[in-house]
Every structure is written in structure tokens, then in C-alpha cells.
């Protein structure tokens, strides 16, 4: 494509979110040639030519004035100076050689992130278990996808977000929207609820009345408002009601499922009267909500309904049974599998579905194999040219992979790519005192991160416009990101790192440094596995982006064959599962690990802004996003506030058994009066995971990011500590 000037354009995707909307990115001329790029939004069914505004913004990170171009290395005076590529690699291997013969492999730890390439998490993945030799590699995708992740692998028989193209969404008569605040989070996929919401069959639960809920206003269908943490039962519920007044797809159940019975018996003891009573939703909204979904499903001749589920339910220490419950709500409604119906996750990050594919994950080869698999150990391992029995078991998951930085038998180095988890993981300030523990920090990333800036030795690498790859979107589709523009001079590629230190630390084998060849491993890696891509290569995906990009599984045929079309609709038939049918795992409600007491009366949800993107360590560094939201801040209900004495505006102290914050309040009657919000886009004395708990899902390892107990008082109010009176002595 030629653009202004004469300019070539190149078409690509957003560096951000799981949308992975399409983009055309046409070079400009600038104060360093050809440094940056214009950015449009391209036709592509998901984004449908739209961008969100971090979208059309999101160049500028590519100019942030204090983009890394050189390594850094701490000084024995405690500052990180500018080092040149041989020493900084020299010194990073000596001191990973060292850690490792005195303390073993598993002294050396990886953590990854959900934005990297397909390419970059499938050679991260190889890089730790056969360079390094470790089991300890976990990465963000654990905060994100993880409880999704887990109760669709068991009760589906695989976990790919979203089993079924977006684009089916405009077909339904009703949508269930759990904990998802897509309307800031992914807002061009907002069209494709336009239609459900004409037929008034948008149902979203949050305890916010957040953009999305006010989607659900009018008639366009209804807003339930739990108490947080407590979805499981507003889950129990509508399957009560379907039960009970038969409004289930009995032969769907019968054909297709197991479990109904035990589901059945935990379900009687949710009716709607006793479910209100924990979660708050009045009783007749259950309902209504049952029959609301129940009348758009096909056995009873409806357009088709989805239940989907986001963060919102999913950070929790239930978040994996609780996604159970939403595909026990989905099967009993006869959805999954059918075409206009079924349920699914909406991933989080740009390659947070590839990000948990390929072997980053501390329980995953690549192809969404298991590490413990020997069948895929194997597979693997004549992949990578290695002996199967010396790759690594499993390693930790990711919270406690970090709470056991730097102590006793624990990783004494961690090398960290595409996260900034200084900032974005739980009760961070713990996190602080275990990377301080560490003898080595080493961070790969493009901007100095709140985690870079911790860091004994940082790595400046490629991003987005600057390099080739493939990114797998929400709906499994994998996606060609595509090089526009060169990178600043003295940065480099992840990929030519990993081959550069692979070969310091003496490894044999092949570290390609060309994102096709790797693409081509990886391939045969996943071949045969639940995520099959050796059907794909950069070149097919290249034959023209829309047709082109391939939905997992897509294996490869023989020559004389016509080539697999790719999978957009999981499930038609059967489950991936050791009997063929979906699972439903009966589940019950527990209550957040960290509930509420005397001296923390109110919960507090965390989660996110339009103008941010997680931990913000690119979009605080645009200036448009970051005048719009410039800061912390939290979000109270008005009659809260009046109670606390706290005008808009005005400071208020959070506190909980982590730590405190002082933010100002922003008012609102969006929000419960028993709760209050935060988002977590910022680090530093504001930052929301000072707060948070590091209560994990048992099942996912998930953090309970979304609910915590709190204290919130006036920031203003003088504590006093009154002297002891002592009455009638
Ligand atoms: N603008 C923006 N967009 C993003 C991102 C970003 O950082 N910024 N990040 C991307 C990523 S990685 C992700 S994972 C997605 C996340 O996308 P979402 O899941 O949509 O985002 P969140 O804001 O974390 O949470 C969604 C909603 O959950 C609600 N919630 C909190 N507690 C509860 C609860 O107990 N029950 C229910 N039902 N709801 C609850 C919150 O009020 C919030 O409105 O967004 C992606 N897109
Ligand atoms: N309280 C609370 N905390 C949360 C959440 C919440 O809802 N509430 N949500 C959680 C969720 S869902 C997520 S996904 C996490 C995300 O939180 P993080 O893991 O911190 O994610 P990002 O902020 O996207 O960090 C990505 C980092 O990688 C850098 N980067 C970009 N491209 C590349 C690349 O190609 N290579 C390398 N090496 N670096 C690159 C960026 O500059 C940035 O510093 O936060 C979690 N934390
Ligand atoms: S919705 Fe997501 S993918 Fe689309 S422009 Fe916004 S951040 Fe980028
Ligand atoms: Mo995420």
C-alpha cells in the first residue's frame, strides 16, 4: 500500500490488547528519519477499520524520549550505566554460570509476558528449559488468563479464549457478559453487541455500572450488580432457575455432557431467595436473567446466546470455579459447540492466547502440551534436538515463583521479558523486597520500567513496528505483525539475545534469529498437540491478511493435499475430552480469601481505564493518554463519602494487611456504596498493588486481584490515638 508522500504502509496490528485490531502503519518523515509511523485502523471483521484511542496513539511510544537504546549496568556506586552488547552479555552469562554451579539450574528463573510474539514465548520457553536448563519459567498470562484457562481445559478438553469468530456475537438473541468491562477495554469490539442489544438480550455482571453495564440500560437488557467475589453464586443461581423450571436442553445434556446429576444436587440449593441473600442481586433479576437466556437459546428456537466471562470474575481464589460454573450455565443451556452459541473467555493481552500456547507457562511445552506429558516431553525434545529426560518437570507458578525469589533454596537470578511486575503483581510491595533479594535482575524491555529500573542489568530490545512475528488473537486467529520501521540504532532483537547468551552459556542446538524460521520450529513443535499451527507459516499468513490469518488448530497436510483450512468454530461435534463430552465440574461458593472485618469494612476491585494499559509503562508515556488519566485514583460511592466526610477530589487512605495508599476520591454512583475501585495503571505510592492480596486460586494459581478488604478513610483526618480513660476509677 502506498500512503502519503509516497510513503509504503504496512499492515499490521496494534501493539496492545487481545483485539489485536487491524492497523496500517505508513512511515513518517520525522526528527530521526523514518523513526516513526502514521497509524490508521484497517478493515478487519474484529475491529471492523476501528482503533480505541490507545490505538491511534500508539506510535508514540515508539518516540518516547526515554526509550532504552543501549544496555545498561548496574555500577558498583548502585547507578545503571551504558555498557556495550559484549559486556553486558559476557557479564549476564558469567553470573548465570556462576548461580548455576553453585546452586543448580533451578536457581536461575524466567519470567515472561502475554504481549511477546509467538516466536519470542516459543524460543523463551526452549531458551529456559534447554539454555538454562530451569523448570522455574512462569509468566503474566498466570495474572491474567489462567483461571480461564484451567476450567476450560478440564471441562472443554482445551482453552482457546474464544471457541467461535467474534463475529458470531451479532448473531445472538442474548450475550452474558461476567466481569468484562469491554466497552473500555476492547472498544471496538463494542459493534458486534449492537444487534443483541436491540433485542434487549445484553445481560452484564459487575459491581460497577461501568460503560459496559450502561450498555445494558434502557432496555437493552439488564445490569446485575453483585457483591464482589460473589459470581459463583449468581452463576448457581441461573442454573437453579433453568433447572428447576426446565428451561434446560435435555437431549444437548444427555448427548453431550456429564455431570448433570451432581451438578444438579449443588444447584438445588441456590434458589434464587437464598442466592440474594449472599450476592445481592434481587431474586427476580436471577430470574429474569435465566429466562432471558434461556429463551435466546436454540432449544427453545432462539437466535443463539453466549456466556462470557473477563477478569472481573476470573482474579479471584475462585476464579476457576467459577468460570466452571459459567460453563456449567453455557452446557446446561445447550451452547457449546452449536453455531450462535457458547461460551468463552475474552483474553486479555495481544498474544495472551499464543503467550500461553507455546511454553512459557511453568506446566507447558509448546502446542499446549504438558510438560509432565511423556508422549509431549518426547515430541518435543527431537524438536529441540535434546534428550527428553533432561528437560526440566514443572516449575512454580508465578506468584509463588516470586515469593520465593532470593530465599533460602530459592532462585537466586530472574531474567524478565514483557512485564513490568514491579508494578502490575500482587502485594507489591513483597514483590519489591524479593527482587531486592535477588544477586541478579536482569530486564529485557523498550522503556525503563518501574521493574527495568530495579534491575542489575537491563537489555533494550525490538518492539511492535520494529520487528516480524505472529501474535494469536482471542479468537485463536493468528495474526502477522509486521515490520514498518527500523529500530533505534543499538537496540536489539530478544531472539538474537537468547542465540547470544544460548551460546555463552555453551549450549549446542539451533537459536534462529529470523522470526520465520523460528515460526517454522515452532510449528513442528505444536504439531500434533491442542494447538496445532503446523499447518502455518509466515508465508501462508502472508498470502493476504484477512483470508489468511488461521484459526488454531490448523495441522499440516500432506503435499499432494489441499492445505487445513483452519478451525474458527470449536466443539461442533465433539470435546476434546477422554470421553468426547464436556465436563461439568460441580463447584460451590467460598468468599474472597481476604473478607471483610471491623478494621476493613468495604472491598475494593481493581481493574482498568480506557486511556491505560495495564501497568502503564507505555501508555503513562503518552502524552495524550497520559493527560487525559493522569493518575491514581479511587472511586467511591457519594453516600460513602458523605459517612467518610471526603469531597470530590479530596485525598482518601486506603489501607489493607499489605500496605496503604493516599489517592485522591473521584465520586460516583456507579460504583456500590459498600465497595470502592481502583485502577492499577500507575506504580509508586499510588499504585493499587500495594494493596492487593496474593491469595491464589488453587487450581490456576491466579491471584485474587479483583477483591480484598479495606479500610478508606479521610486523608485529611488527624489520627488520633486517645489516651486511655479510665471511667470511674
Ligand atoms: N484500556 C485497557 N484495555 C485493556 C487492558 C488495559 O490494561 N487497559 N488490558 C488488557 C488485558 S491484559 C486484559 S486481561 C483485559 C481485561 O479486561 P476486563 O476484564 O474487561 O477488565 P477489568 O477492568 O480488569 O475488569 C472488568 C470488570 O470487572 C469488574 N469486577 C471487579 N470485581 C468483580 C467481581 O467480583 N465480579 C464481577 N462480575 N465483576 C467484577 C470491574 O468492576 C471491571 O469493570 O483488558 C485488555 N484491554
Ligand atoms: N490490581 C491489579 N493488578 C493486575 C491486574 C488487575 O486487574 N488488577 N491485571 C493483571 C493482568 S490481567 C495482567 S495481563 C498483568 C499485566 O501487567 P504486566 O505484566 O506488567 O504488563 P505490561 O504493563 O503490559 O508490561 C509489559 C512490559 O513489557 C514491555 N514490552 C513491550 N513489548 C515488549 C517486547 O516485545 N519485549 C519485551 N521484553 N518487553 C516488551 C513494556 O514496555 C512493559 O514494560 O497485570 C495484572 N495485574
Ligand atoms: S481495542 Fe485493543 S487492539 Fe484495538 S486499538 Fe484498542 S488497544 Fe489496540
Ligand atoms: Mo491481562
Known amino acids: 500500500m502506498t500512503g502519503p508522500d509516497g510513503a509504503t504502509s504496512t499492515s499490521t496490528h496494534c501493539p496492545y490488547c487481545a483485539l489485536q485490531c487491524a492497523q496500517s502503519l505508513t512511515p513518517v518523515p520525522g526528527a530521526r528519519e523514518g523513526a516513526s509511523v502514521a497509524v490508521e485502523g484497517r478493515a478487519f471483521p474484529t475491529n471492523r477499520g476501528g482503533l480505541c484511542q490507545k490505538g491511534w496513539t500508539s506510535a508514540a511510544v515508539l518516540e518516547s524520549p526515554d526509550r532504552l537504546t543501549a544496555p545498561l549496568v548496574r555500577s558498583l556506586g548502585g547507578r545503571l550505566v551504558e555498557a556495550s552488547w559484549d559486556e553486558a552479555l559476557d557479564l549476564v552469562a558469567a553470573q548465570l554460570l556462576r548461580i548455576r554451579a553453585e546452586d543448580g539450574p533451578d536457581a536461575v528463573a524466567v519470567f515472561g509476558g502475554g504481549g511477546l510474539t509467538n516466536e519470542k514465548a516459543y524460543q523463551l520457553g526452549k531458551f529456559a528449559r534447554v539454555a538454562l536448563g530451569t523448570a522455574n519459567i512462569d509468566y503474566n498470562g498466570r495474572f491474567c488468563m489462567s483461571s480461564a484457562a484451567a476450567a476450560a481445559n478440564r471441562s472443554l478438553g482445551v482453552d482457546r479464549g474464544l471457541p ?47 460503560a459496559t453495564a450502561d450498555l445494558a440500560a434502557d432496555g437493552q437488557g439488564l445490569h446485575l450488580q453483585p457483591l464482589p467475589g460473589t459470581d459463583l453464586v449468581v452463576l448457581l443461581a441461573l442454573v437453579h432457575v433453568l433447572l428447576t423450571e426446565q428451561l434446560d436442553d435435555t437431549a444437548y445434556l444427555r448427548q453431550r455432557t456429564e455431570g448433570l446429576e451432581e451438578l444438579r444436587r449443588r444447584s438445588a440449593l441456590w434458589w434464587p431467595e437464598r442466592a440474594e441473600q449472599v450476592c445481592g442481586v434481587p431474586a427476580d433479576d436471577l430470574r429474569a436473567a435465566a429466562r432471558l437466556l434461556a429463551a435466546a437459546s436454540p432449544v427453545h428456537g432462539g437466535r443463539g446466546a453466549f456466556v462470557l466471562t473477563g477478569r472481573g470474575v476470573e482474579q479471584s481464589r475462585q476464579g476457576t470455579a467459577t468460570v466452571s460454573a459459567a460453563i456449567n450455565l453455557a452446557l446446561v443451556l445447550g451452547l457449546p459447540g452449536r453455531v450462535g452459541g457458547g461460551y468463552g473467555a475474552i483474553t486479555g493481552q495481544g498474544n495472551g492466547q499464543g503467550g500461553r500456547e507455546h511454553g512459557q507457562k511453568s506446566d507447558q511445552l509448546p502446542g499446549y502440551r504438558m510438560i509432565d506429558d511423556p508422549a509431549a516431553r518426547e515430541h518435543v525434545a527431537r524438536v529441540w534436538g535434546v534428550d527428553p529426560a533432561s528437560l526440566p518437570g514443572k516449575g512454580k507458578p508465578a ?34 523486597e524479593r527482587l531486592d533479594a535477588l544477586d541478579l535482575l536482569v530486564v529485557c524491555d523498550v522503556v525503563p520500567s518501574e521493574t527495568a529500573l530495579l534491575a542489575d542489568v537491563v537489555l533494550p530490545v525490538t ?13 485463536g486467529r493468528i495474526l502477522r505483525r509486521r515490520k514498518a520501521i527500523e529500530p533505534p540504532v543499538g537496540v536489539r532483537s530478544e531472539l538474537w539475545i537468547w542465540s547470544e547468551l544460548a551460546r555463552r552459556l555453551g549450549t549446542a542446538g539451533s537459536w534462529d534469529t529470523d522470526p520465520s524460521l523460528v515460526f517454522d520450529e515452532l510449528a513442528r513443535a505444536s504439531e500434533g498437540g491442542r494447538a496445532d499451527y503446523s499447518g502455518v507459516s509466515h508465508a501462508r499468513l502472508d498470502r493476504d491478511d484477512e483470508s489468511s490469518a488461521v484459526w488454531w488448530p490448523c495441522p499440516a497436510t500432506p503435499a499432494d493435499e489441499p492445505e487445513h483450512p483452519g478451525t474458527p468454530r470449536l466443539f461442533t461435534d465433539t470435546f476434546p475430552t477422554a470421553t468426547g463430552r464436556a465436563r461439568m465440574v460441580a463447584v460451590d461458593h467460598l468468599g474472597p480469601a481476604d473478607d471483610l472485618r471491623p478494621e476493613a469494612p468495604l472491598y475494593l476491585v481493581t481493574g482498568r481505564v480506557l486511556q491505560h494499559y495495564q501497568s502503564g509503562a507505555q501508555t503513562r508515556r503518552v502524552d495524550a493518554l497520559a493527560s487525559a488519566v ?19 477530589g479530596e485525598k482518601v487512605r486506603l489501607a489493607t494487611a499489605r500496605g496503604a495508599v493516599a489517592v485522591p476520591a473521584r465520586l460516583t454512583d456507579t460504583i456500590r456504596p459498600d465497595t470502592v475501585f481502583m485502577p492499577f495503571h500507575w506504580g509508586g505510592a499510588g499504585s493499587v498493588n500495594r494493596l ?38
Open 164 to 210: 467461535f469468530p467474534l463475529t458470531d456475537l451479532t448473531q445472538a438473541g442474548a450475550v452474558l457478559l461476567l466481569g468484562s468491562n469491554l466497552a473500555e477495554t476492547m472498544p471496538p469490539s463494542v459493534a458486534h453487541l449492537a444487534d443483541v442489544r436491540s433485542r434487549g438480550g445484553l445481560v452484564v455482571v459487575d459491581p460497577r455500572r461501568s
Open 399 to 432: 506468584v509463588e515463583l516470586l515469593r520465593s525469589l532470593g530465599t533460602d533454596g530459592g532462585p537466586r537470578a530472574l531474567l524478565v521479558h514483557g512485564s513490568n511486575l514491579r508494578v502490575s503483581a500482587p502485594d507489591g510491595q513483597r514483590v519489591a
Open 463 to 475: 518492539q511492535w513496528a520494529e520487528e516480524e512475528g505472529t501474535m494469536t488473537s482471542l479468537e
Open 630 to 648: 493522569p493518575g491514581p485514583y479511587a472511586e467511591l460511592h457519594p453516600l460513602l463519602a458523605a459517612r467518610l466526610g471526603v469531597r470530590d
Open 692 to 729: 492487593t492480596t496474593d491469595a491464589t486460586d488453587p487450581v490456576s494459581g491466579m491471584p485474587e486481584f479483583k477483591v480484598c478488604a479495606v479500610d478508606v478513610t479521610a486523608a485529611s483526618a488527624m489520627v488520633v490515638t486517645p489516651d486511655p480513660v479510665e471511667v470511674g476509677a
